[in-house]
C-alpha cells in the first residue's frame, strides 16, 4: 500500500507538509483546490502551484480528494452539460500534473453528517460524533449553522456557494428518487470514464457518509449490493471505489473486510478509519485501533495485504488530542498514530507471509 495524507492546502491547513514528510512511510497528500466552487474548471496555474507546495516538501499529488460534483448533475438538470464539460476540463489539466486518482462522491447536498465536531471522550479527547435522534428532530440549516460556525476553515462538501441555496435544493431534489439518481450517476460516468481513462486517471467514488438517507434526500452508495451496482454501470478499471471503511461502518451491516476482498481490483484508494456504532444508530469516530471501535481493522489491512493491494492508503479522520487545534477530524497526531497502527498491521502480516514462505 502507498500511504498518504489528507492536506488542505497553504492557510487552510494547521497541519505543514514538513510535519507530514516526518511521518514514516508516508509518500504523498490527498489535496484539492478548495477555493474552486463545484462545477467549476480548476486551473491549470493553480494546480501546478499546490504541485511545487508539495513537491518541494518531498511528497506526491498522484491523489486528488475531492474534484467535487455540482448539483446540477446529481439533479440531472440540462445544465448538467456545462458542468460535466468542465469537469473534464479539470481532469485533463490534472492529468498534465500527473495526479492518478481523483475521489469524488454523488451525495445530494450534503457530503458527509455530524452532529458534533468535537464531542468530549472519556479519555479528554474529542471527535466528530454523529446523534441519530438529533437528525431526525432538527432542521438542516441548524445543522449548517452548526458547522459554518465551528471552523475557521472552509469545510469540504459544506461551501457557502452550495448552501446558501439549501432551500431550493431541497425542493428539486424532492422529485428526485434513488432510481432518478443512479440514472444521473451512469449519465456522468458515461461521459467522464473515457476521458479519465484517456488521461490514465482513475475515478474513485467515496461512499455515502452515514450510509443511509438523511433529511429525507437519497443516497446510493450505502452497502455491497450498491457499489457492485455502481461499478456495472460503466464496468471499467478506471471506473473505481474510494472504499472508506468509516463511512461504510456506521451501517454494522456492512462487511468491510469482504468487500475489500471483493473489490480489491477496482479499489483505487483507501479511507482506513475506525467508528464505535450504537444500537440507536449514533457513532462515534475512534482511534484507529480495532479494539477501540466497532470496525475490523484488523482484517481490513489483512483484507488489503492478501489482495497484494498496491493502491493508496490514508489514514482517515482522526481525533483531536494532546491539546491540538485544528480542522474537525484532521489533526496531526492521532492521524500519525493510526498511520503507524496500520504499518504495524501490514508489516506483520508481510513478516509472517516471508516466514511461510
Given at each position: 500500500?502507498?500511504?498518504?495524507?489528507?492536506?488542505?492546502?497553504?492557510?487552510?491547513?494547521?497541519?505543514?507538509?514538513?510535519h507530514i514528510?516526518?511521518?514514516?512511510?508516508?509518500?504523498?497528500?490527498?489535496?484539492?483546490?478548495?477555493?474552486?466552487?463545484?462545477?467549476?474548471?480548476?486551473?491549470?496555474?493553480?494546480?501546478?502551484?499546490?504541485?511545487?507546495?508539495?513537491?518541494?516538501?518531498?511528497?506526491?499529488?498522484?491523489?486528488?480528494?475531492?474534484?467535487?460534483?455540482h448539483e446540477?448533475?446529481?439533479?440531472?438538470?440540462?445544465?448538467?452539460?456545462?458542468?460535466?464539460?468542465?469537469?473534464?476540463?479539470?481532469?485533463?489539466?490534472?492529468?498534465?500534473?500527473?495526479?492518478?486518482?481523483?475521489?469524488?462522491?454523488f451525495m445530494?447536498?450534503?457530503?458527509?453528517?455530524?452532529?458534533?465536531?468535537?464531542?468530549?471522550?472519556?479519555?479528554?479527547?474529542?471527535?466528530?460524533?454523529?446523534?441519530?435522534?438529533?437528525?431526525?428532530?432538527?432542521?438542516?440549516?441548524?445543522?449548517?449553522?452548526?458547522?459554518?460556525?465551528?471552523?475557521?476553515?472552509?469545510?469540504?462538501?459544506?461551501?457557502?456557494?452550495?448552501?446558501?441555496?439549501?432551500?431550493?435544493?431541497?425542493?428539486?431534489?424532492?422529485?428526485?428518487?434513488?432510481?432518478?439518481?443512479?440514472?444521473?450517476?451512469?449519465?456522468?460516468?458515461?461521459?467522464?470514464?473515457?476521458?479519465?481513462?484517456?488521461?490514465?486517471?482513475?475515478?474513485?467514488?467515496?461512499?455515502?457518509?452515514?450510509?443511509?438517507?438523511?433529511?429525507?434526500?437519497?443516497?446510493?452508495?450505502?452497502?455491497?449490493?450498491?457499489?457492485?451496482?455502481?461499478?456495472?454501470?460503466?464496468?471499467?478499471?478506471?471506473?473505481?471505489?474510494?472504499?472508506?471503511?468509516?463511512?461504510?461502518?456506521?451501517?454494522?451491516?456492512?462487511?468491510?473486510?469482504?468487500?475489500?476482498?471483493?473489490?480489491?481490483?477496482?479499489?483505487?484508494?483507501?479511507?482506513?478509519?475506525?467508528?464505535?456504532?450504537?444500537?440507536?444508530?449514533?457513532?462515534?469516530?475512534?482511534?484507529?485501533?480495532?479494539?477501540?471501535?466497532?470496525?475490523?481493522?484488523?482484517?481490513?489491512?489483512?483484507?488489503?495485504?492478501?489482495?497484494?493491494?498496491?493502491?493508496?492508503?490514508?489514514?482517515?479522520?482522526?481525533?483531536?488530542?494532546?491539546?491540538?487545534?485544528?480542522?474537525?477530524?484532521?489533526?496531526?497526531?492521532?492521524?500519525?498514530?493510526?498511520?503507524?497502527?496500520?504499518?504495524?498491521?501490514?508489516?506483520?502480516?508481510?513478516?509472517?507471509?516471508?516466514?511461510?514462505?
Amino acid at each position: 500500500m502507498r500511504m498518504i495524507v489528507r492536506w488542505f492546502g497553504k492557510g487552510n491547513d494547521t497541519i505543514e507538509l514538513g510535519h507530514i514528510k516526518q511521518i514514516p512511510g508516508v509518500e504523498g497528500v490527498a489535496w484539492a483546490l478548495h477555493d474552486v466552487p463545484a462545477g467549476e474548471v480548476w486551473p491549470e496555474d493553480n494546480i501546478l502551484e499546490v504541485k511545487k507546495q508539495v513537491e518541494n516538501n518531498g511528497l506526491n499529488i498522484d491523489v486528488v480528494e475531492s474534484v467535487n460534483i455540482h448539483e446540477d448533475i446529481k439533479l440531472g438538470l440540462p445544465s448538467r452539460e456545462q458542468y460535466i464539460n468542465n469537469y473534464i476540463k479539470t481532469i485533463e489539466n490534472l492529468a498534465k500534473a500527473g495526479v492518478k486518482v481523483i475521489c469524488y462522491n454523488f451525495m445530494p447536498v450534503f457530503d458527509w453528517t455530524r452532529t458534533e465536531l468535537f464531542k468530549g471522550m472519556e479519555d479528554g479527547s474529542t471527535a466528530l460524533f454523529f446523534e441519530n435522534e438529533k437528525i431526525k428532530k432538527s432542521d438542516p440549516m441548524e445543522l449548517v449553522e452548526m458547522i459554518s460556525n465551528n471552523s475557521s476553515f472552509t469545510m469540504p462538501g459544506w461551501e457557502p456557494e452550495r448552501l446558501e441555496h439549501l432551500s431550493k435544493l431541497f425542493e428539486q431534489y424532492k422529485q428526485v428518487t434513488e432510481e432518478d439518481l443512479w440514472s444521473n450517476l451512469q449519465y456522468f460516468l458515461e461521459r467522464v470514464i473515457p476521458v479519465a481513462k484517456e488521461n490514465n486517471i482513475k475515478m474513485a467514488i467515496h461512499p455515502d457518509d452515514p450510509p443511509w438517507s438523511v433529511f429525507g434526500l437519497p443516497r446510493i452508495i450505502t452497502n455491497r449490493e450498491n457499489i457492485k451496482r455502481f461499478l456495472n454501470l460503466v464496468d471499467d478499471p478506471y471506473n473505481g471505489l474510494t472504499l472508506c471503511s468509516g463511512s461504510l461502518g456506521a451501517n454494522p451491516n456492512n462487511n468491510i473486510a469482504s468487500m475489500v476482498r471483493e473489490f480489491s481490483s477496482r479499489i483505487h484508494f483507501a479511507h482506513i478509519r475506525n467508528v464505535k456504532t450504537y444500537e440507536n444508530g449514533d457513532f462515534i469516530e475512534t482511534s484507529h485501533r480495532t479494539d477501540d471501535g466497532s470496525v475490523d481493522i484488523y482484517n481490513i489491512v489483512k483484507g488489503y495485504h492478501e489482495s497484494q493491494f498496491s493502491g493508496y492508503v490514508r489514514p482517515d479522520h482522526g481525533r483531536h488530542i494532546w491539546g491540538e487545534k485544528s480542522r474537525p477530524g484532521y489533526g496531526l497526531y492521532d492521524r500519525a498514530l493510526g498511520i503507524m497502527y496500520l504499518w504495524g498491521l501490514w508489516d506483520s502480516f508481510e513478516r509472517f507471509k516471508k516466514k511461510s514462505q
